[in-house]
Protein backbone atom coordinates (compact mmCIF):
# COMPACT_ATOMS: atom_id res chain seq x y z
CA UNK A 1 0.00 0.00 0.00
CA UNK A 2 1.53 3.38 -0.93
CA UNK A 3 -0.10 6.20 0.81
CA UNK A 4 0.96 9.93 -0.01
CA UNK A 5 0.98 12.57 2.59
CA UNK A 6 -0.98 15.88 3.07
CA UNK A 7 -0.99 18.42 0.90
CA UNK A 8 -1.43 22.17 1.19
CA UNK A 9 -3.26 24.41 -1.00
CA UNK A 10 -3.30 27.80 -0.50
CA UNK A 11 -5.29 31.23 -2.03
CA UNK A 12 -4.93 34.34 -1.26
CA UNK A 13 -7.50 36.81 -2.29
CA UNK A 14 -8.40 40.60 -1.59
CA UNK A 15 -11.82 42.74 -1.65
CA UNK A 16 -12.39 46.38 -1.95
CA UNK A 17 -12.48 47.99 1.31
CA UNK A 18 -16.21 48.50 0.90
CA UNK A 19 -17.26 44.99 0.82
CA UNK A 20 -15.52 44.17 4.26
CA UNK A 21 -18.55 44.30 6.37
CA UNK A 22 -19.93 41.77 4.27
CA UNK A 23 -16.79 39.34 4.21
CA UNK A 24 -17.04 39.39 8.04
CA UNK A 25 -20.47 38.69 7.88
CA UNK A 26 -20.46 35.74 5.15
CA UNK A 27 -18.20 33.98 7.80
CA UNK A 28 -19.88 35.09 10.97
CA UNK A 29 -22.95 33.51 8.84
CA UNK A 30 -20.84 30.25 8.05
CA UNK A 31 -20.49 29.63 11.31
CA UNK A 32 -24.20 29.19 12.59
CA UNK A 33 -24.02 26.00 9.72
CA UNK A 34 -21.06 23.54 11.43
CA UNK A 35 -17.69 22.79 11.13
CA UNK A 36 -18.22 19.66 8.90
CA UNK A 37 -18.29 19.85 5.57
CA UNK A 38 -19.71 23.45 5.88
CA UNK A 39 -21.76 24.53 2.38
CA UNK A 40 -20.25 27.89 2.65
CA UNK A 41 -17.08 27.11 3.27
CA UNK A 42 -17.33 25.05 0.19
CA UNK A 43 -18.60 27.81 -1.96
CA UNK A 44 -15.31 30.09 -0.45
CA UNK A 45 -13.14 28.06 -1.49
CA UNK A 46 -14.81 27.09 -4.95
CA UNK A 47 -14.97 30.55 -5.70
CA UNK A 48 -11.54 31.32 -4.77
CA UNK A 49 -10.28 28.08 -7.78
CA UNK A 50 -12.81 30.25 -10.28
CA UNK A 51 -11.17 33.31 -9.55
CA UNK A 52 -7.95 31.63 -9.85
CA UNK A 53 -8.45 30.22 -13.44
CA UNK A 54 -9.18 33.68 -14.74
CA UNK A 55 -13.07 33.59 -14.42
CA UNK A 56 -13.71 37.36 -14.90
CA UNK A 57 -16.04 38.28 -12.32
CA UNK A 58 -16.15 36.14 -9.34
CA UNK A 59 -18.71 36.75 -6.44
CA UNK A 60 -19.71 35.76 -3.21
CA UNK A 61 -22.91 36.47 -1.99
CA UNK A 62 -24.57 37.23 1.68
CA UNK A 63 -28.31 38.08 3.05
CA UNK A 64 -28.65 38.72 -1.01
CA UNK A 65 -25.97 41.31 -1.16
CA UNK A 66 -22.96 40.18 -3.43
CA UNK A 67 -19.17 41.15 -3.39
CA UNK A 68 -16.48 40.47 -5.70
CA UNK A 69 -12.93 39.09 -5.35
CA UNK A 70 -10.81 41.58 -6.67
CA UNK A 71 -6.90 40.11 -6.66
CA UNK A 72 -6.00 36.22 -6.09
CA UNK A 73 -2.88 34.13 -5.61
CA UNK A 74 -2.42 30.41 -5.08
CA UNK A 75 0.60 28.33 -4.14
CA UNK A 76 1.04 24.68 -3.36
CA UNK A 77 2.67 23.98 -0.79
CA UNK A 78 3.30 21.64 2.51
CA UNK A 79 2.51 21.12 6.22
CA UNK A 80 5.45 21.43 8.34
CA UNK A 81 6.83 18.29 10.15
CA UNK A 82 6.18 19.94 13.22
CA UNK A 83 2.78 20.83 12.55
CA UNK A 84 1.99 17.17 11.49
CA UNK A 85 3.76 15.24 14.44
CA UNK A 86 0.98 17.73 16.38
CA UNK A 87 -2.00 16.53 14.23
CA UNK A 88 -0.62 12.80 15.43
CA UNK A 89 -0.49 14.01 18.95
CA UNK A 90 -3.78 15.81 18.70
CA UNK A 91 -5.29 12.42 17.02
CA UNK A 92 -4.29 10.62 20.28
CA UNK A 93 -3.80 12.80 23.34
CA UNK A 94 -6.82 14.85 24.40
CA UNK A 95 -6.60 18.90 25.27
CA UNK A 96 -3.92 19.86 23.36
CA UNK A 97 -3.88 23.49 21.55
CA UNK A 98 -6.20 23.73 18.39
CA UNK A 99 -4.90 25.22 15.58
CA UNK A 100 -6.41 28.74 15.78
CA UNK A 101 -4.22 31.65 14.35
CA UNK A 102 -3.57 32.81 10.50
CA UNK A 103 -0.56 34.95 9.85
CA UNK A 104 0.36 36.73 6.81
CA UNK A 105 4.16 37.89 5.91
CA UNK A 106 5.85 39.34 2.79
CA UNK A 107 8.72 37.20 2.92
CA UNK A 108 9.63 34.96 -0.10
CA UNK A 109 11.80 32.56 1.40
CA UNK A 110 11.19 29.08 -0.07
CA UNK A 111 9.17 26.82 2.13
CA UNK A 112 10.68 24.05 3.88
CA UNK A 113 8.91 21.29 5.81
CA UNK A 114 11.19 21.67 9.09
CA UNK A 115 10.05 25.91 9.25
CA UNK A 116 8.65 26.68 12.07
CA UNK A 117 8.29 30.72 11.42
CA UNK A 118 6.86 33.71 8.65
CA UNK A 119 10.24 35.26 7.66
CA UNK A 120 8.62 38.84 7.42
CA UNK A 121 5.29 38.18 9.65
CA UNK A 122 3.49 41.85 9.85
CA UNK A 123 0.40 42.96 11.75
CA UNK A 124 -1.71 40.44 14.06
CA UNK A 125 -2.95 37.29 13.49
CA UNK A 126 -6.42 36.17 12.42
CA UNK A 127 -8.29 34.18 15.60
CA UNK A 128 -9.77 32.11 13.55
CA UNK A 129 -12.53 31.13 16.31
CA UNK A 130 -13.58 34.21 16.32
CA UNK A 131 -16.77 34.24 13.87
CA UNK A 132 -15.78 36.75 11.18
CA UNK A 133 -12.22 36.34 11.51
CA UNK A 134 -12.05 33.50 9.73
CA UNK A 135 -13.01 29.18 10.51
CA UNK A 136 -11.80 26.33 10.80
CA UNK A 137 -13.46 23.44 9.75
CA UNK A 138 -13.06 19.82 8.01
CA UNK A 139 -14.48 19.28 4.46
CA UNK A 140 -14.33 15.31 3.67
CA UNK A 141 -10.71 14.57 4.13
CA UNK A 142 -9.49 18.00 4.23
CA UNK A 143 -8.85 20.75 7.16
CA UNK A 144 -9.91 24.28 6.12
CA UNK A 145 -8.71 27.76 7.63
CA UNK A 146 -9.36 30.79 6.80
CA UNK A 147 -8.60 33.65 7.68
CA UNK A 148 -9.58 37.69 7.42
CA UNK A 149 -7.24 40.31 7.23
CA UNK A 150 -9.20 44.15 7.79
CA UNK A 151 -8.56 47.11 5.65
CA UNK A 152 -6.99 48.42 8.87
CA UNK A 153 -4.12 45.63 8.72
CA UNK A 154 -0.24 47.27 7.47
CA UNK A 155 0.17 47.20 3.99
CA UNK A 156 1.88 44.40 2.72
CA UNK A 157 2.72 42.94 0.05
CA UNK A 158 1.15 38.91 0.77
CA UNK A 159 3.98 36.13 -0.03
CA UNK A 160 3.65 34.19 3.29
CA UNK A 161 1.29 32.72 5.31
CA UNK A 162 0.56 29.93 8.17
CA UNK A 163 -1.27 28.47 10.46
CA UNK A 164 -0.51 28.87 14.25
CA UNK A 165 -1.97 27.10 17.73
CA UNK A 166 -0.78 30.89 19.31
CA UNK A 167 -1.58 34.11 18.42
CA UNK A 168 2.19 35.59 18.63
CA UNK A 169 6.13 34.25 18.46
CA UNK A 170 7.56 31.28 17.27
CA UNK A 171 8.95 29.71 20.62
CA UNK A 172 5.45 29.02 22.56
CA UNK A 173 3.51 27.16 19.78
CA UNK A 174 3.38 25.08 16.35
CA UNK A 175 3.22 26.69 13.07
CA UNK A 176 0.65 23.97 10.97
CA UNK A 177 1.84 24.67 7.24
CA UNK A 178 3.92 27.83 5.27
CA UNK A 179 2.39 28.56 2.14
CA UNK A 180 4.82 31.00 -0.40
CA UNK A 181 3.06 33.10 -3.07
CA UNK A 182 6.43 34.14 -4.69
CA UNK A 183 5.62 34.77 -8.27
CA UNK A 184 2.01 36.25 -7.54
CA UNK A 185 1.47 38.04 -4.15
CA UNK A 186 -1.84 40.07 -3.42
CA UNK A 187 -1.15 43.44 -2.69
CA UNK A 188 -2.83 45.09 0.27
CA UNK A 189 -3.09 48.63 0.85
CA UNK A 190 -4.10 49.81 4.17
CA UNK A 191 -7.85 51.02 4.39
CA UNK A 192 -7.75 49.90 1.10
CA UNK A 193 -8.54 46.84 0.93
CA UNK A 194 -9.51 43.90 2.89
CA UNK A 195 -8.05 40.19 1.70
CA UNK A 196 -8.33 36.25 3.04
CA UNK A 197 -5.50 33.90 3.46
CA UNK A 198 -7.24 30.45 2.72
CA UNK A 199 -5.90 27.06 3.23
CA UNK A 200 -6.93 23.10 2.31
CA UNK A 201 -4.72 20.31 4.03
CA UNK A 202 -5.68 17.18 2.39
CA UNK A 203 -5.19 14.52 3.97
CA UNK A 204 -5.64 11.59 1.48
CA UNK A 205 -4.51 12.89 -1.82
CA UNK A 206 -3.95 9.60 -3.19
CA UNK A 207 -4.34 6.63 -1.29
CA UNK A 208 -4.48 3.04 -2.69
CA UNK A 209 -4.34 -0.96 -2.14
CA UNK A 210 -2.18 -3.31 -3.48
CA UNK B 1 20.44 2.82 -10.66
CA UNK B 2 17.71 1.26 -9.52
CA UNK B 3 14.79 3.17 -8.36
CA UNK B 4 13.67 2.16 -4.87
CA UNK B 5 10.68 3.52 -3.61
CA UNK B 6 10.57 5.12 -0.19
CA UNK B 7 7.32 6.63 0.31
CA UNK B 8 6.14 6.47 3.57
CA UNK B 9 3.64 3.23 3.92
CA UNK B 10 1.61 2.02 6.38
CA UNK B 11 1.37 -1.71 7.78
CA UNK B 12 0.55 -3.89 10.47
CA UNK B 13 1.89 -7.31 11.49
CA UNK B 14 -0.03 -9.98 13.52
CA UNK B 15 2.67 -11.96 16.03
CA UNK B 16 1.82 -15.12 17.99
CA UNK B 17 3.32 -16.03 21.48
CA UNK B 18 3.61 -19.16 23.55
CA UNK B 19 0.72 -18.86 26.45
CA UNK B 20 3.30 -18.56 29.00
CA UNK B 21 4.05 -15.20 27.48
CA UNK B 22 0.79 -14.09 28.03
CA UNK B 23 1.64 -12.31 31.78
CA UNK B 24 4.68 -10.55 30.17
CA UNK B 25 2.91 -8.90 27.18
CA UNK B 26 0.54 -7.66 28.97
CA UNK B 27 2.65 -5.91 31.39
CA UNK B 28 5.22 -4.88 28.42
CA UNK B 29 1.82 -3.06 27.09
CA UNK B 30 0.87 -1.64 30.95
CA UNK B 31 4.64 -0.21 30.55
CA UNK B 32 3.73 1.22 27.21
CA UNK B 33 0.87 2.95 28.62
CA UNK B 34 2.16 4.36 31.61
CA UNK B 35 5.23 5.57 30.33
CA UNK B 36 4.85 6.05 26.55
CA UNK B 37 7.98 4.62 26.25
CA UNK B 38 7.35 3.93 22.46
CA UNK B 39 10.90 2.61 22.47
CA UNK B 40 9.14 -0.68 23.57
CA UNK B 41 6.53 -0.29 20.66
CA UNK B 42 9.75 0.02 18.10
CA UNK B 43 11.47 -3.10 19.38
CA UNK B 44 7.98 -4.67 19.12
CA UNK B 45 7.98 -3.81 15.58
CA UNK B 46 11.86 -4.37 14.66
CA UNK B 47 11.83 -7.40 15.79
CA UNK B 48 8.75 -8.72 14.17
CA UNK B 49 10.14 -7.27 11.01
CA UNK B 50 13.35 -9.49 12.23
CA UNK B 51 11.09 -12.68 12.81
CA UNK B 52 10.28 -12.18 9.15
CA UNK B 53 13.37 -11.62 7.63
CA UNK B 54 14.94 -14.53 9.41
CA UNK B 55 12.13 -17.41 8.80
CA UNK B 56 9.68 -18.75 11.63
CA UNK B 57 12.17 -21.45 12.40
CA UNK B 58 14.62 -18.94 13.80
CA UNK B 59 14.17 -17.38 17.31
CA UNK B 60 13.48 -13.92 17.64
CA UNK B 61 13.13 -12.55 21.33
CA UNK B 62 11.75 -9.08 22.20
CA UNK B 63 14.13 -6.59 24.45
CA UNK B 64 12.08 -7.85 27.65
CA UNK B 65 13.14 -11.94 26.55
CA UNK B 66 9.47 -12.65 25.27
CA UNK B 67 10.07 -15.40 22.18
CA UNK B 68 7.65 -14.51 19.36
CA UNK B 69 6.68 -17.51 17.84
CA UNK B 70 5.34 -16.46 14.33
CA UNK B 71 4.80 -13.41 12.92
CA UNK B 72 2.72 -11.74 9.35
CA UNK B 73 2.73 -8.55 8.18
CA UNK B 74 0.66 -6.57 5.38
CA UNK B 75 0.09 -3.16 3.89
CA UNK B 76 -2.42 -1.20 5.51
CA UNK B 77 -4.60 1.10 4.27
CA UNK B 78 -6.73 4.42 5.85
CA UNK B 79 -10.14 4.89 4.77
CA UNK B 80 -11.93 7.88 4.28
CA UNK B 81 -14.27 7.50 7.39
CA UNK B 82 -11.28 7.63 9.36
CA UNK B 83 -9.53 10.07 8.00
CA UNK B 84 -12.29 12.35 8.79
CA UNK B 85 -12.47 11.50 12.43
CA UNK B 86 -8.74 12.09 12.90
CA UNK B 87 -9.23 15.68 11.12
CA UNK B 88 -12.32 15.79 13.67
CA UNK B 89 -9.98 15.16 16.68
CA UNK B 90 -7.62 17.39 15.00
CA UNK B 91 -10.25 20.80 14.50
CA UNK B 92 -11.99 19.55 18.41
CA UNK B 93 -15.42 18.82 16.68
CA UNK B 94 -15.22 15.42 18.12
CA UNK B 95 -13.67 14.07 21.49
CA UNK B 96 -13.84 10.00 20.29
CA UNK B 97 -10.60 8.90 19.92
CA UNK B 98 -9.30 5.58 18.77
CA UNK B 99 -9.96 2.87 21.61
CA UNK B 100 -10.69 -0.89 20.10
CA UNK B 101 -8.78 -3.12 17.06
CA UNK B 102 -11.52 -5.35 15.35
CA UNK B 103 -10.46 -8.69 13.75
CA UNK B 104 -12.46 -11.31 11.90
CA UNK B 105 -11.78 -14.08 9.39
CA UNK B 106 -12.79 -12.38 6.51
CA UNK B 107 -9.89 -12.41 3.85
CA UNK B 108 -11.88 -10.75 1.34
CA UNK B 109 -12.32 -8.12 -0.59
CA UNK B 110 -9.26 -6.05 -0.74
CA UNK B 111 -9.21 -3.14 1.35
CA UNK B 112 -10.89 0.15 0.13
CA UNK B 113 -10.76 3.74 0.90
CA UNK B 114 -14.58 3.75 1.36
CA UNK B 115 -14.90 1.11 3.64
CA UNK B 116 -16.48 2.01 7.27
CA UNK B 117 -16.25 -1.48 8.94
CA UNK B 118 -14.43 -4.87 8.39
CA UNK B 119 -16.22 -7.28 6.32
CA UNK B 120 -16.91 -10.08 8.15
CA UNK B 121 -16.58 -9.28 11.64
CA UNK B 122 -18.46 -9.96 14.98
CA UNK B 123 -18.05 -6.74 17.29
CA UNK B 124 -17.77 -9.06 20.48
CA UNK B 125 -14.20 -9.46 19.16
CA UNK B 126 -13.27 -6.49 19.66
CA UNK B 127 -9.69 -6.00 21.46
CA UNK B 128 -9.16 -2.77 23.35
CA UNK B 129 -5.97 -1.01 22.78
CA UNK B 130 -3.23 -2.11 24.27
CA UNK B 131 -1.32 1.08 23.54
CA UNK B 132 -1.76 3.95 21.06
CA UNK B 133 0.88 6.33 20.82
CA UNK B 134 2.00 9.10 18.83
CA UNK B 135 5.68 9.09 17.93
CA UNK B 136 6.73 12.10 15.16
CA UNK B 137 4.47 11.93 12.66
CA UNK B 138 3.47 7.92 13.35
CA UNK B 139 0.85 6.70 15.39
CA UNK B 140 0.97 3.58 16.76
CA UNK B 141 -1.89 0.85 17.75
CA UNK B 142 -1.95 -2.16 19.46
CA UNK B 143 -3.79 -4.73 21.34
CA UNK B 144 -3.42 -8.08 22.86
CA UNK B 145 -5.88 -11.19 22.16
CA UNK B 146 -8.15 -12.19 24.59
CA UNK B 147 -7.18 -16.15 25.66
CA UNK B 148 -10.76 -16.71 26.11
CA UNK B 149 -11.88 -19.05 22.41
CA UNK B 150 -15.53 -17.58 22.66
CA UNK B 151 -14.07 -13.64 22.62
CA UNK B 152 -11.24 -14.39 20.26
CA UNK B 153 -11.42 -16.03 16.27
CA UNK B 154 -8.99 -18.67 15.38
CA UNK B 155 -8.45 -16.83 12.16
CA UNK B 156 -7.29 -13.10 11.90
CA UNK B 157 -8.10 -12.63 8.09
CA UNK B 158 -8.35 -8.84 8.77
CA UNK B 159 -8.45 -6.49 11.43
CA UNK B 160 -8.72 -2.42 11.90
CA UNK B 161 -8.82 0.29 14.48
CA UNK B 162 -12.36 1.78 15.84
CA UNK B 163 -13.01 4.08 17.98
CA UNK B 164 -15.52 2.16 19.79
CA UNK B 165 -16.43 -1.05 20.91
CA UNK B 166 -19.87 -1.09 19.52
CA UNK B 167 -21.64 -1.48 15.84
CA UNK B 168 -21.88 1.82 14.34
CA UNK B 169 -18.16 3.13 16.02
CA UNK B 170 -15.80 4.83 12.60
CA UNK B 171 -13.28 2.57 11.00
CA UNK B 172 -9.52 4.13 10.93
CA UNK B 173 -8.27 1.59 8.63
CA UNK B 174 -8.16 -1.91 7.56
CA UNK B 175 -5.48 -4.27 7.01
CA UNK B 176 -5.81 -7.67 4.92
CA UNK B 177 -3.59 -11.02 5.46
CA UNK B 178 -4.60 -12.08 2.30
CA UNK B 179 -2.82 -16.36 2.47
CA UNK B 180 -0.24 -15.65 5.59
CA UNK B 181 -2.80 -15.80 8.26
CA UNK B 182 -1.33 -17.41 11.09
CA UNK B 183 -3.69 -19.72 13.25
CA UNK B 184 -4.23 -19.15 16.87
CA UNK B 185 -4.09 -23.12 18.18
CA UNK B 186 -7.22 -23.17 19.89
CA UNK B 187 -6.18 -26.51 21.80
CA UNK B 188 -2.22 -26.24 22.08
CA UNK B 189 -2.39 -26.94 25.45
CA UNK B 190 -4.59 -29.57 25.63
CA UNK B 191 -7.54 -27.45 27.69
CA UNK B 192 -10.28 -27.53 25.40
CA UNK B 193 -11.56 -23.37 25.04
CA UNK B 194 -8.26 -21.68 26.40
CA UNK B 195 -6.26 -20.58 23.26
CA UNK B 196 -3.16 -21.57 23.69
CA UNK B 197 -1.33 -18.83 22.13
CA UNK B 198 -1.74 -15.02 22.34
CA UNK B 199 -1.67 -12.76 19.69
CA UNK B 200 -0.58 -9.16 19.24
CA UNK B 201 -1.53 -7.43 16.90
CA UNK B 202 0.47 -3.60 15.70
CA UNK B 203 -0.69 -1.58 13.48
CA UNK B 204 1.18 1.87 12.34
CA UNK B 205 -0.03 5.00 10.61
CA UNK B 206 2.32 7.57 9.24
CA UNK B 207 2.02 11.04 8.49
CA UNK B 208 4.26 12.81 5.71
CA UNK B 209 4.31 16.23 4.27
CA UNK B 210 4.53 15.88 0.16
CA UNK B 211 4.53 18.87 -2.33
Redesign the interface.
Known sequence: ????????TCWAASYDRKDEHLLQKYFIKSATLG??NNPMITEFFNQMERKWNDQKIVILEIDSKTFEVVEIAKT??????QG??H????????GLA??RYHGVGSSSLEPR?YQQRLYGEAGTRADMTVAGQGS???S????RTVGTFPASFPTISVKESAVFTNPTGYTAGVMLNRQVFASNPIGHTVNATAFTVATDIN???V???? | MEYKDSRPRDWAYKAVFSQKDLPSLQEMARRIRETHDASIIEDFNLKCEQKLAVGQTSAVVLDNGIEIQAVTKTGDLVVNAGLQQCINLIIGTSSTRWSHFGISIGSTPAPAVTNTALNAENVAYRLSLAWNEAVGMRMFFGAISSQTDSITPSLVGEMGVYNGSAAGAVLLNRSLFLSNAPKIDATGDGSSGVYAAPMVVSAVIEFCPVA
Do not use: H
Open positions: MLKYGPKDREKDIPTILQCCRQIIIAVWAVTRNQSIFASTTWG
